[in-house]
C-alpha cells in the first residue's frame, strides 16, 4: 500500500549550520533526505517509517571533488554521474568509477549520491567495496565537531553504523597511493542496468616485477554478508606466495569461509558462492596475468 503523504514532515536545511541544528536538537526525530532514490521507493512501497525528514540536497558545504596532494574528497551530495566522468577518479580509483557506471541507471546515477549509498547500509551496495579496496575515511559532522573514521568498520553489523543520528556525512576521502596496482571490478545482476547485485567484488593487486608473486593485494565484496566485507584473510593467502594453482585452490576456499552470502529473492547462497569464487579467480588471473 502506497504511503500517505500528510503522515511525513519535511523541511529544507538552509546551510550545514541550520542542518546540523535541526539534528541535534531533536537527535533520531530528523532523517537526512539527499537524492531520495532509497527513500522514496520505501515510501512508494508504503515502508517509509513515518516522521520528520530534512532535505539536505541543497548543501553546497556537501558538494564537490577536491584533490589535493594526498587525497581525493567526495561531498557527500556527490552523485554518480559527478563521479564516473572525473578524471582523477578514473585514472586511480577506477573500481569507483565502475560501480558508479553500474549502479541503476542514468536517472538514478544523475541523482543518486555516494553519502546516500554509504548511509542507507544496503549489503548489496556497489560503491561501498571499492571505498573499503581505496581504504577511503569518511567526515562526520554534528553540531558538537567533526571526525574523521575509516570506512573499514564504519559498518558494525546489518544497517547498524558508527554514525550518530545527530551526525551527517559530509565527505568521503581516498588517500592517494603512489604505487601502481592492476585494478579489477565486477557486479553480477540480473541485468546489465537497473540490477541489484547478487555479487559485487573490487580488488586492486601489484605484482612483482617480472614475477608471479603479489607485493600486495586488497580485495572487498558486497551481496555477500551482512555488510560490505574486506577479505583480510583472503588478501594474505595470495601476497607474497607463488600464484600456482595450489595456493589459488587454497586461497579461494579461505575466500569461501570468509563470506556468507544468504538465499533473498534474488538469489541463492549456492549460486552467489559459486560466482563469488569464480570472480574471485577471475581477478587473480587478470591482475597477475595468468
Ligand atoms: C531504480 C533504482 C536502482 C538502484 N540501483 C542501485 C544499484 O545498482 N546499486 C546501488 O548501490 N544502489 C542502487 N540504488 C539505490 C540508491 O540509488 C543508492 O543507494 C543511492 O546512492 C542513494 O543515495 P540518495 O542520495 O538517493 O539517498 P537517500 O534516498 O536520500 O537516502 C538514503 C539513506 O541515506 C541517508 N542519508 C543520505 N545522505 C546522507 C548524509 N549525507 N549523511 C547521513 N545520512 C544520509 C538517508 O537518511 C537515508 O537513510 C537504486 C535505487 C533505485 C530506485
Same mark, same amino acid.
Given at each position: 500500500?502506497?504511503?500517505?503523504l ?5 523541511? &529544507?536545511a538552509? !546551510?550545514?549550520k541550520?542542518?546540523? *541544528? ?14 531520495? +532514490? ?11 517509517p513515518?516522521?520528520r525528514?530534512?532535505?539536505i540536497?541543497?548543501l #553546497?558545504?556537501?558538494r564537490g571533488?577536491?584533490v589535493? *596532494?594526498d ?7 556527490t552523485?554518480?554521474?559527478?563521479i ?6 578514473? *585514472? ?7 560501480a558508479?557506471?553500474e549502479?541503476?541507471?542514468i536517472?538514478i $546515477?544523475?541523482?543518486?549520491t555516494?553519502?546516500g549509498? @554509504? ?6 551496495a556497489?560503491?561501498?567495496p571499492?571505498?573499503?579496496?581505496y581504504?577511503?575515511? @569518511?567526515?562526520?559532522v554534528?553540531?558538537?565537531?567533526? %571526525?574523521w573514521v575509516p570506512?573499514?568498520?564504519?559498518h558494525?553489523?546489518?544497517? #547498524?553504523?558508527?554514525?550518530r543520528?545527530?551526525?551527517? =556525512? %559530509? ?7 603512489a604505487? #601502481? ?6 557486479k553480477?545482476g540480473t541485468? %546489465?542496468a $537497473?540490477a =541489484? ?5 573490487s580488488g586492486?593487486?601489484r605484482?612483482e616485477?617480472?614475477? %608471479?608473486?603479489?607485493? !600486495?593485494?586488497r580485495i572487498?565484496?558486497g &551481496?555477500?554478508?551482512?555488510i ?5 584473510? +583472503? ?5 607474497s606466495r !607463488?600464484?600456482?594453482?595450489?595456493? =589459488?585452490?587454497?586461497?579461494? *576456499?579461505?575466500?569461501?569461509q570468509? =563470506? &556468507?552470502p544468504?538465499? !533473498?529473492?534474488?538469489? +541463492?547462497r549456492d ?8 570472480v574471485?579467480? $577471475?581477478?587473480? $588471473? ?5
Amino acid at each position: 500500500m502506497r504511503a500517505y503523504l500528510p503522515d511525513y514532515q519535511a523541511r &529544507s536545511a538552509k !546551510d550545514l549550520k541550520d542542518a546540523l *541544528k535541526v539534528l541535534s536538537g531533536e537527535p533520531g526525530l530528523w532523517k537526512p533526505l539527499a537524492g531520495a +532514490t532509497d527513500l522514496m521507493v520505501l515510501f512508494a512501497a508504503g515502508k517509509l517509517p513515518r516522521g520528520r525528514y530534512l532535505n539536505i540536497r541543497g548543501l #553546497k558545504e556537501l558538494r564537490g571533488i577536491g584533490v589535493t *596532494k594526498d587525497f581525493v574528497s567526495l561531498g557527500a551530495l556527490t552523485t554518480y554521474t559527478e563521479i564516473r566522468g572525473h578524471s582523477v577518479l578514473m *585514472k586511480e580509483f577506477p573500481n569507483l568509477c565502475a560501480a558508479a557506471r553500474e549502479t541503476g541507471a542514468i536517472a538514478i $546515477q544523475n541523482r543518486g549520491t555516494i553519502g546516500g549509498n @554509504i548511509a542507507n547500509a544496503s549489503p548489496a551496495a556497489d560503491s561501498p567495496p571499492a571505498l573499503l579496496v581505496y581504504d577511503a575515511e @569518511i567526515e562526520l559532522v554534528s553540531s558538537k565537531g567533526a %571526525r574523521w573514521v575509516p570506512y573499514a568498520g564504519f559498518h558494525l553489523a546489518y544497517k #547498524k553504523m558508527v554514525m550518530r543520528p545527530d551526525e551527517l =556525512i %559530509r565527505a568521503v576521502r581516498l588517500p592517494r597511493r603512489a604505487e #601502481k596496482f592492476a585494478h579489477f571490478y565486477r557486479k553480477i545482476g540480473t541485468r %546489465r542496468a $537497473q540490477a =541489484i547485485s547478487k555479487v559485487c567484488f573490487s580488488g586492486k593487486a601489484r605484482l612483482e616485477k617480472n614475477g %608471479r608473486r603479489f607485493l !600486495d593485494a586488497r580485495i572487498a565484496v558486497g &551481496s555477500v554478508a551482512p555488510i560490505p566485507l574486506r577479505c583480510l584473510r +583472503t588478501e594474505a593467502a595470495i601476497v607474497s606466495r !607463488d600464484l600456482d594453482a595450489r595456493v =589459488i585452490a587454497n586461497a579461494r *576456499k579461505i575466500f569461501l569461509q570468509e =563470506i &556468507s552470502p544468504i538465499d !533473498d529473492i534474488r538469489s +541463492t547462497r549456492d549460486y552467489r558462492a559459486a560466482v563469488a569464487g569464480n570472480v574471485f579467480e $577471475q581477478f587473480i $588471473q587478470e591482475t597477475a596475468g595468468l
